[in-house]
T-cell receptor
Framework: RKEVEQDPGPFNVPEGATVAFNCTYS??????FFWYRQDCRKEPKLLMS???SGNEDGRFTAQLNRASQYISLLIRDSKLSDSATYLC??????????FGDGTTLTVKP | GAGVSQSPSNKVTEKGKDVELRCDPI?????LYWYRQSLGQGLEFLIY????????KSGLPSDRFSAERTGGSVSTLTIQRTQQEDSAVYLC????????????FGPGTRLTVL
């Protein structure tokens, strides 16, 4: 089993839709997570941190479920510009960040 | 301010040749990471430098891969006797103070081994 697993998708949704991605992790002691966004043939860029109490940034909401060992990303009112690959990362272990393989989202007009 | 820079942006080499990839982190960032990303795949951790501590080399796939970081700043990733399976994008990232902080990525070096 991979340490961090994501549904690769692709998720194809219409503009304005709400879409959610989950990311499961295997290390029950993990505490630090992030969501990154990666556009085609570009480097990853931080989208948001994931706080244990859940956090929101505009149309984006991140949540951590420790009992079930997964984090989630919810995108409301999807825009065409949200089309990208979304990577979750377990950043807990000293130095060795573990990235998921990413979930691809395509938002269509 | 300047972000993470990497050079070259593209490298085409022949199988068996050695290559050096360079990373200039953001000034003042103590942590530096190297990753490899094959087409359509996620990021594969290679190596991590934090300040003056010994690097975490646990992700290096073979002894053909090595990296160093001089003066706590610039880093070089060296691949000896390149193989076709080494073809990938090599990404460098830096962060202000190790894990639990945002990593800032460079644009990557796309390596093609013929």
């Amino acid at each position: 089993r991979k340490e961090v697993e994501q549904d690769p998708g692709p998720f194809n949704v219409p503009e304005g839709a709400t879409v959610a991605f989950n990311c499961t992790y295997s290390n029950s002691a993990s505490q630090s997570f992030f969501w990154y966004r990666q556009d085609c043939r570009k480097e990853p860029k931080l989208l948001m941190s994931v706080y244990s109490s859940g956090n929101e940034d505009g149309r984006f909401t991140a949540q951590l479920n420790r009992a079930s060992q997964y984090i989630s990303l919810l995108i409301r009112d999807s825009k065409l510009s949200d089309s990208a690959t979304y990577l979750c990362v377990d950043n807990t272990n000293a130095g060795k960040s573990t990235f998921g393989d990413g979930t691809t989202l395509t938002v269509k007009p | 301010g300047a972000g993470v820079s990497q050079s070259p942006s593209n490298k085409v080499t022949e199988k068996g040749k050695d290559v050096e990839l360079r990373c200039d982190p953001i000034s003042g960032h103590t942590a530096l990471y190297w990753y490899r990303q094959s087409l359509g795949q996620g990021l594969e951790f290679l190596i991590y430098f934090q300040g003056n501590s010994a690097p975490d080399k646990s992700g290096l796939p073979s002894d053909r891969f090595s990296a160093e970081r001089t003066g706590g700043s610039v880093s070089t990733l060296t691949i000896q006797r390149t193989q076709q399976e080494d073809s990938a994008v090599y990404l460098c990232a830096s962060s202000p103070d190790g894990p639990r902080h945002e990593q800032f990525f460079g644009p990557g070096t796309r390596l093609t081994v013929l």
